[in-house]
């Protein structure tokens, strides 16, 4: 069966930094991309970066380029993302994601994940 809890979420002052972390279990993690996204009350699921299952490409949405660093430790089955220079407009809930699919250049799209988090809450106040 598998699993995929993300952590780290909270509430944090505007230019704040917070780290996501996420495990997944009951699958082979180093054959999966990995994702994070994002959604905010009335908004549709954002992509906000992926990553290879090799770790050797990532690539970010232009709003968190800059900012913030999607790494994993495959050793441990485990995904972070390190959020720096928070912003109110990066409040979402973020979950973390799993797939096989993968294209240099652009992330996989949130359906072609296969599996995904139940989400944790980040709040950025002003």
């Known amino acids: 069966q598998v699993q995929v809890v993300e952590s780290g979420g909270g509430l944090v002052q505007a230019g704040g930094s917070l780290r996501l972390s996420c495990t997944a279990s009951g699958l082979n993690f180093d054959g999966y991309a990995m994702g994070w996204f994002r959604q905010a009350p009335g908004n549709k699921r954002e992509g906000v970066s992926c990553i290879k299952w090799d770790g050797t490409r990532t690539l970010y949405a232009d709003s968190v380029k800059g900012r913030f660093t999607i790494s994993r430790d495959n050793a441990k089955n485990t995904l972070d993302l390190q959020m720096n220079s928070l912003k109110p407009e990066d409040t979402a809930m973020y979950y973390c994601?799993?797939?096989?699919?993968?294209?240099?250049?652009?992330?996989?799209?949130?359906?072609?994940?296969?599996?995904y988090g139940q989400g944790t809450q980040v709040t950025v106040s002003s």
């Open positions: 994601a799993a797939g096989v699919i993968w294209r240099d250049g652009r992330c996989p799209e949130a359906n072609e994940y296969k599996y």
